[in-house]
């Protein structure tokens, strides 16, 4: 079991730094894989739901999907300044820089390796101290459960106490087959909120498309998606590369006031420069690639519960970055056998999501959405 006092709250006691730690290694030994990627592919249908396909280790990347989702705070001096806009337009012009940057983040290694799906009742929990704060800096907290199996549903808690702000996620992910690519949709929103000022921002998130899995395999972002608060929005659009030509990861989009007026429009790359035009004819560049990162504080895998990421998926991690794929699919295969036999009888169940709120140690199920149970807000 994991008890629930081991990942509560803001406490980081005991993290730190993925550079002192060396867990945020990611170097994989490169193997040709094409043939095994054709087998691979012949045997699915077009279409099929790959979040109840088993897939082999060679194409995984080695960490959970619950730690992908903690890259999205990967520039958490981005997300704390949101707080410090003087106007409401301000504030959800930042929201946009923050949440394109944070999108990149999440795509750090443009590897188009798929994540560990996470089993029912795992979690991740990291930190990030925000440099330049005052005297001891900002801290960012997140921790993530997952909270259903059938269907898979991620969700996620972070807070910046200082600030008196934080986010909240419940993600369900469906994954299809489409011919030599794979994509990736996101099923649910995030929800920012700054509780001193009583605004939230909901976020919409965009495909993600595995391509060109046989070649030079990259991962693209596709579809229209907006940011809103109250009457303001932002709606913005990532643009698929054409077949002939063109630029890869185009981005465009505008903020508009509550009121209807273009605040500014946004265009470049995601993952390149972003420029942005404002009604007076100035223009400013963001560049991307440029923000400082910052990398994650977690304990030490030793020092954490099995049931937390990092220390139930270790097995498979080191066999994947030792070059053994045999035993990172005898490892994969044993973890997913125990998750079958927890998930054995809530199939019979009258409705699987009412024990899957008995059980989630960490979030409640209030309508369909997953709430946090120790929020920031009940304590301020």
Not at 67 to 78: C, K, Q, R, T
Not at 192 to 212: F, K, N
Not at 230 to 240: L, N
Not at 286 to 296: A, C, I
Request: a negative charge; hydrophobic letters at 35%; proline letters at 5%.
């Amino acid at each position: 079991g994991c008890p629930a006092a081991a990942v509560v709250g803001a406490n980081s006691s005991g993290e730190v730094s993925d550079g002192e730690s060396g867990e945020e290694d990611e170097s994989i030994p490169t193997e040709e894989n094409k043939d095994s990627i054709l087998q691979l592919l012949s045997k699915l249908k077009l279409g099929m739901d790959l979040t109840k396909v088993s897939l082999p280790s060679y194409i995984l990347e080695p960490r959970s999907l619950l730690e992908v989702y903690a890259d999205f705070m990967s520039y958490p001096d981005l997300f704390v300044r949101i707080a410090d806009g003087t106007t409401p337009e301000e504030r959800l012009v930042r929201v946009v820089e923050w949440f394109l940057c944070s999108l990149y983040a999440t795509r750090k290694s443009h590897s188009a390796r798929k994540p560990y799906n996470p089993v029912l009742g795992e979690m991740f929990r990291c930190s990030w101290q925000v440099p330049g704060m005052g005297d001891a800096g900002l801290q960012v907290t997140f921790v993530a459960e997952q909270v259903s199996h059938h269907p898979p549903v991620s969700a996620f808690y972070v807070e910046c106490m200082e600030k008196k702000m934080c986010l909240e996620a419940s993600l369900g992910v469906k994954s299809n087959l489409m011919g030599n690519y794979v994509g990736m949709q996101f099923l649910g929103e995030v929800e920012l909120r700054l509780l001193s000022l009583d605004e939230v921002y909901v976020i919409g998130l965009p495909t993600m498309y595995w391509r060109s899995l046989l070649n030079q395999p990259y991962v693209e972002l596709n579809g229209r998606v907006s940011v809103t608060c109250g009457d303001a929005v932002a709606p913005i659009t990532f643009h698929p590369k054409p077949f002939y030509g063109g630029k890869l990861h185009c981005v465009s989009g505008e903020v508009k006031s509550g009121s209807g007026d273009v605040v500014c429009k946004v265009s470049g790359e995601w993952d390149g420069i972003l420029e942005l035009q404002y009604p007076d004819g100035n223009t400013r560049e963001w560049p991307v690639r440029e923000q400082h990162r910052q990398r994650k504080r977690c304990r030490p895998v030793d020092a954490q519960d099995t049931c937390e990421s990092r220390r139930l998926w270790r097995p498979v991690t080191q066999a994947l970055r030792s070059g053994d794929l045999m035993l990172a699919s005898h490892h994969k295969f044993q973890i997913e056998e125990r998750q079958r036999e927890l998930t054995k009888g809530k199939e019979t169940a009258e409705t699987e999501n009412d024990l899957q709120a008995q059980d989630a140690k960490l979030f409640r199920l209030e309508g369909n959405m997953w709430k946090y149970k120790y929020i920031l807000s009940k304590g301020s």
